[in-house]
């Protein structure tokens, strides 16, 4: 099987200023635990729970503190032809626990 038969959703984005609590309200409002970090030039990383969990044990401000500073950047990426297996393996063996698919871009991270 390959990953774009997978039927990956549309994704669920968020901008690189936008405060960790309107990152955080997306998250549970659309049900998700990864968002894509956009800018003007497309995707630039990727924001997850963990990573929320990371900042509000560092003491970041949910209202002040930008996603930017605390997202994903470059994170693991599979083209979409590619076989759904190989995908799997690279997560195991880069340790990678989160993923999300999009129609727009295939990563995991």
């Known amino acids: 099987m390959k990953i774009k038969d997978f039927k990956p ?5 968020v901008g690189r200023g936008e405060s960790l609590r309107e990152a955080t309200q997306r998250l549970a409002d659309d ?38 500073h605390n997202m994903t950047e470059a994170p ?4 979409k032809d590619g076989a759904l297996g190989d995908a799997i393996a690279k997560m195991n063996e880069t340790g ?4 999300w698919w999009s129609t727009a871009a295939t990563s995991l991270g």
């Open 9 to 13: 959703r549309t994704a669920i984005t």
């Open 31 to 68: 049900d998700v635990g990864v968002l894509v970090v956009i800018n003007a030039g497309g995707a630039v990383g990727v924001f997850s729970e963990q990573d929320l969990a990371r900042a509000v044990a560092d003491g970041a401000d949910l209202d002040e503190e930008p996603v930017g």
């Open 76 to 79: 693991l990426t599979v083209e």
């Open 96 to 99: 990678c626990d989160t993923s």
